[in-house]
């Protein structure tokens, strides 16, 4: 089992440019969480998705972001028009059905650095 | 929503010696709270988790405890060694998502 797969794991953007992260979740593992972590601070929780549904998107940003998972693929992250104040360490986490936070395990993660 | 705090940012022990992690948290429904490691540069790592229908669970030299009445909640590492220097993160959740503290950083000094 490969386990929670992101890709890249390091990812430049020029200021304004468009960035695409991506979370493959562990085999059997329905449900993808995503979590930023800014430096030298904790993880925040940003979205929450099942296939094809976001359940909970509390957490992201109204604007720039946004998430899916599609039906087949990995699970996405976009940030358009990035801003300085986005580079950070995204962290994808997936869980099985019904185990929820108790289930999570969490990818590598990708450290977004915006020029 | 949930708050987490989480007590000291920094914590410098001598190898051996005892480690004491603190953390509150304001929603009573809360039910799981676990414990991270954070190594520089990788992914949090699980190292001991607790249910509300615990008071404590214990680990080898890895300890939590609960009080689910002050809504508090502590990680204990015994007998320290250089390895155990990194990040530590308490959460807590009662659902899907979980709400971090800002994080302990543990020095071991040899």
């Known amino acids: 089992n490969a386990g929670v797969m992101q890709n890249p794991r390091h990812l430049v953007r020029r200021r304004g440019q468009e960035a695409r992260l991506r979370c493959s979740p562990m085999?059997?593992?329905?449900?993808v969480y995503w979590y930023r972590q800014l430096p030298e601070e904790g993880l925040k929780f940003m979205v929450y998705?099942?296939?094809?549904?976001?359940?909970?998107e509390s957490g992201m940003p109204k604007e720039r972001f946004s998430a899916e998972f599609p039906k087949e693929g990995p699970s996405i992250l976009r940030i358009q028009q990035v801003v300085r104040g986005d580079s950070a360490a995204y962290f994808c986490?997936?869980?099985?059905?019904?185990?929820?936070?108790?289930?999570?395990?969490f990818g590598s993660g990708t450290r977004l650095t915006v020029v | 929503g949930e708050n987490v705090e989480q007590h000291p940012s920094t914590l410098s022990v001598q190898e051996g010696d005892s480690a004491v992690i603190k953390c509150t948290y304001s929603?009573?429904?809360?039910?799981?709270f676990p414990w991270y490691k954070q190594e520089l540069g990788k992914r949090p790592q699980l190292i001991i988790d607790i249910r509300s229908n615990v008071g404590e669970k214990k680990d080898q030299r890895i300890a939590v405890t609960l009080n689910k009445t002050a809504k508090h909640f502590s990680l204990h590492i015994t007998e320290t060694q250089p390895e155990d220097s990194a990040v530590y993160f308490c959460?807590?959740?009662?659902?899907?998502?979980?709400?971090f503290g800002t994080g302990t950083r543990l020095t071991i000094i040899p």
């Open positions: 986490a997936s869980s099985p059905m019904g185990q929820g936070a108790s289930g999570y395990t």
């Open positions: 998705l099942q296939k094809e549904n976001i359940i909970d």
């Open positions: 085999k059997g593992h329905s449900h």
């Open positions: 959460a807590a959740s009662k659902n899907e998502k979980l709400t």
């Open positions: 929603d009573s429904a809360s039910n799981y």
